[in-house]
Nanobody, 125 residues
C-alpha cells in the first residue's frame, strides 16, 4: 500500500522560509513523478509544483514560480518543497501526491493516484 507522509509545515512570518518533506513508501519511488498541491480555507485544491521521476524536469504554477523549488532524493524516497519569501496568501494545507504511472514525461497533473494527509503552513503578516 502506498503511503505518503508530509512534514515541515508550521507558522512563519511573511518573508520567511519553510521546507516541506514528503516520504513515500509502498512503491518504487524513483520510477514515479511527484507533486505538491495546496488547499486554502474555502478554496479548491490547486497545483503547486511537480517533478519528474528522474528529477530532470520540474513544473510550477505561475503563482509560485521563482519562489518555491521542488526537488527529490530518490535514495531517501523523499520529495521536498523549498518555500521562500512566504506571503500570507501562501497559507494553506500542503499535500504531496505520486503519479499513478511510472516513467512518464510531462506534468502528471491528472494522473496522481495517492495523496498524503497534508501539512499546515500558516504565514502571518
Amino acid at each position: 500500500q502506498v503511503q505518503l507522509v508530509e512534514s515541515g509545515g508550521g507558522l512563519v512570518q511573511a518573508g520567511g522560509s519553510l521546507r516541506l518533506s514528503c516520504v513515500a513508501s509502498g512503491r518504487t519511488f524513483s520510477r514515479y513523478g511527484m507533486g505538491w498541491f495546496r488547499q486554502a480555507p474555502g478554496k479548491e485544491r490547486e497545483f503547486v509544483a511537480a517533478i519528474s521521476w528522474s528529477g530532470g524536469s520540474t513544473y510550477y504554477s505561475d503563482s509560485v514560480k521563482g519562489q518555491f523549488t521542488i526537488s527529490r532524493d530518490n535514495a531517501k524516497n523523499t520529495v521536498y518543497l523549498q518555500m521562500n519569501s512566504l506571503k500570507p496568501e501562501d497559507t494553506a494545507v500542503y499535500f504531496c501526491a505520486i503519479d499513478g504511472i511510472a516513467y512518464t514525461l510531462g506534468n502528471p497533473v491528472d494522473r496522481y493516484d495517492y495523496w498524503g494527509q497534508g501539512t499546515q503552513v500558516t504565514v502571518s503578516s
